[in-house]
């Protein structure tokens, strides 16, 4: 059964594709975050195609990291750059409704 995580959730690294080693190598499995923003094929102009992988996704995750990653991601504006990653749903599980206040890296 998928669950759907909601922003706001508290979710930790549970797989790393090899799109995430590739992209986001200070990203280890155990490493919590917080969902900030959702990203669905079709709406708000996401196609879900990655050019890096040649494949498309058709749900990603923006995580707010809470150690700094690196790179410029900012999670379309919804945390500090270098705090921020899009994850696909497998790699990614729920461990809390977490409060999306108060944590290292929030732009908010």
Same mark, same amino acid.
């Given at each position: 059964m ?12 549970? @797989?790393? @594709? ?19 923003h ?7 102009? @996401? ?49 809390g ?12």
């Open positions: 998928d669950v759907k995580m909601k922003v706001g959730d508290k979710v930790k690294l549970v @797989f790393r @594709f090899p799109r995430t080693s590739r992209n986001h190598p200070l990203i280890s499995v155990g490493d919590e975050g917080i969902v900030v959702i990203l669905e094929s079709g709406k708000e102009g @996401f196609s879900g195609y990655d050019i890096t992988t040649d494949e498309t996704y058709p749900l990603l995750y923006g995580v707010r990291w809470s150690k700094l990653i690196g790179g410029n991601n900012d999670c379309q504006g919804h945390c500090l750059p270098g705090y921020g990653a899009y994850m696909l749903p497998e790699e990614i599980r729920i461990i409704e977490g409060d999306t206040q108060g944590q290292q890296g929030s732009s908010k």
